[in-house]
C-alpha cells in the first residue's frame, strides 16, 4: 500500500468511527466532518473527484448538524 492509500483507510476509518460516536456529544460530530473533509481530500488527491465532492458535501452536513447542537 502507498501512502495516499494509507491516508485514505484511516480517513474513511474516522469517519465511520466518529459517526458511531456521534451520540455521546457535539464534539464527536465535529471530529466526523474533520473525517469527512479529510476523505474529500483524499478523493482529489486521488483523481475519483465525483469522492472528493460527496465527502465536502458531508463536511458541510456535519458541520451545520454540529452548530444546531451546540445552540441546544
Same mark, same amino acid.
Given at each position: &500500500?502507498? !501512502?495516499l492509500t494509507i491516508? !485514505? @483507510?484511516l480517513s474513511? =476509518?474516522? &469517519? @465511520?468511527l466518529f459517526y458511531a460516536l456521534e451520540? $455521546? !456529544?457535539p464534539h464527536y460530530v465535529l471530529a466526523f466532518s474533520a473525517a469527512c473533509? @479529510? =476523505?474529500a481530500a483524499y !478523493?482529489?488527491?486521488q483523481g475519483a473527484w465525483p469522492f472528493g465532492f460527496v465527502e465536502t458535501v458531508w463536511t458541510a452536513v456535519a458541520l451545520r448538524r454540529w452548530r444546531k447542537r451546540?445552540? $441546544?
Open positions: &500500500m502507498d !501512502g491516508f !485514505g @483507510l474513511v =476509518s474516522a &469517519m @465511520l451520540p $455521546r !456529544g473533509a @479529510l =476523505s !478523493g482529489f488527491l451546540q445552540t $441546544r
